[in-house]
């Protein structure tokens, strides 16, 4: 199972240690909702953080309104996002973020590391803002 679903509204996850999902085709962080229902999608892990799953570490999807949400979509990366193993996912799989309503930002600060093992590192949806200042490995 994933380790978190979230779902519609507003989601704040705050990591400071260890996020991790360890059976395939499961990930870490999924948000999997009919999106016009989400407001509002923060991740925000923490230097030392690690978020990490054998397929997308984090990923959102939706049920419906993938290109109609108007809701804001934010990653804000100090620590290690990856994802582990052959064929893995992304560490960031946001492509089905398809609406030009949406506010969607990616930053990856100084100590932060994006990585995955077999596949894209990020995979954004439309619109999407990244800010990179350290590392991102495919």
């Known amino acids: 199972a994933d380790a978190i679903r979230a779902s519609s509204g507003t989601t704040v996850i705050t990591n400071s240690g260890l996020i991790d999902s360890t059976a395939s085709a499961n990930r870490a962080i999924n948000l999997n909702?009919?999106?016009?229902?989400?407001?509002?999608?923060?991740?925000?892990?923490?230097?030392?953080?690690?978020?990490?799953?054998?397929?997308?570490?984090?990923?959102?999807?939706?049920?419906?309104?993938?290109?109609?949400?108007?809701?804001?979509?934010?990653?804000?990366?100090?620590?290690?996002?990856?994802?582990l193993g052959t064929g893995s996912g992304q560490a960031i799989d946001w492509r089905d973020l398809g609406s030009a309503n949406a506010t969607v930002r990616i930053i990856n600060r100084a100590t932060g590391i994006i990585s995955a093992a077999d596949n894209d590192a990020i995979r954004p949806g439309l619109n999407t803002v990244i800010e990179n200042y350290d590392i991102e490995i495919a």
């Open 33 to 83: 909702s009919d999106l016009t229902t989400v407001t509002s999608f923060q991740v925000i892990n923490k230097s030392g953080g690690i978020i990490q799953s054998l397929d997308d570490a984090i990923r959102i999807t939706g049920s419906a309104g993938t290109a109609t949400t108007s809701g804001s979509f934010v990653l804000d990366n100090s620590g290690t996002i990856q994802t």
